[in-house]
């Protein structure tokens, strides 16, 4: 299945080729990126402050996000589906994609390794179960926003699986896994570095290569 197509040329326009709708959505990234990092802040200080992006993972992809999107603001007044791509730019979103489908993806599953921890009905588990998952598997769809507006190359792709490696060997091998109700154990890891395949694969897949940009 071409997950480019689950957002039609239509939708990619009114909702990122419109000012009012870019800005609002630009603001609630930001918004969700501060709720992150609350998530984060108490145990932020034990980790080394130029290492934070590989910490706080969600608020990483979140921050990656939000400067891609940024980026069609110049491109509002025409089409952003045919908005300038060139090879930094291709980095940026190629990045924001697999961060977004990693760690909307990783929360679904972290959450549902010990749902006895996590998962009810009562005001406590609506926001740590339902509203996270929920927000978290909303970063799939801007991923695939971006991708529509973004193109990628061999070595963005290239690139951005190195990076998820080393913030997999950051998490688990270091010991800065982000905050759980459980340890992480041998499955979580490894689902992870799954998950790191899966959305390079994913990124891979669903992008348009930067040199097919003007054919």
């Avoid at 200080?45 to 130029?50: A, G, H, I, L």
Wanted: proline fraction near 7%; hydrophobic fraction near 55%; charged fraction near 10%.
């Amino acid at each position: 299945m071409d997950l480019s197509r689950l957002l039609s040329d239509h939708v990619v326009e009114e909702y990122l080729g419109s000012a009012p709708t870019l800005v609002w959505l630009l603001v609630v990234n930001a918004t969700a990126f501060l709720v992150g990092i609350r998530f984060y802040v108490e145990t932020m200080p034990s980790v080394p402050t130029f290492l934070w992006p590989l910490y706080g993972d969600s608020p990483t992809a979140l921050a990656l996000a939000t400067l891609s999107l940024a980026t069609l603001l110049p491109a509002l007044e025409g089409r952003v589906l045919d908005s300038p791509i060139n090879r930094p730019l291709a980095y940026l979103h190629t990045l924001s994609f697999v961060w977004l489908v990693k760690y909307g993806l990783w929360t679904f599953v972290a959450l549902n390794l010990h749902p006895e921890l996590y998962f009810g009905f009562d005001q406590q588990a609506l926001y740590d179960y339902w509203f996270i998952i929920g927000t978290h598997l909303l970063f799939v769809v801007e991923a695939v926003a971006i991708a529509r507006v973004g193109r990628t190359t061999r070595g963005a792709l290239g690139f951005a699986l190195v990076a998820l490696l080393v913030n997999d060997v950051f998490d688990y091998w270091f010991g800065y896994h982000p905050p759980l109700r459980y340890a992480p154990g041998v499955v979580l890891p490894a689902v992870t570095v799954g998950l790191t395949l899966l959305a390079v694969g994913c990124a891979g897949s669903v992008f348009v290569p930067l040199a097919r940009k003007t054919e």
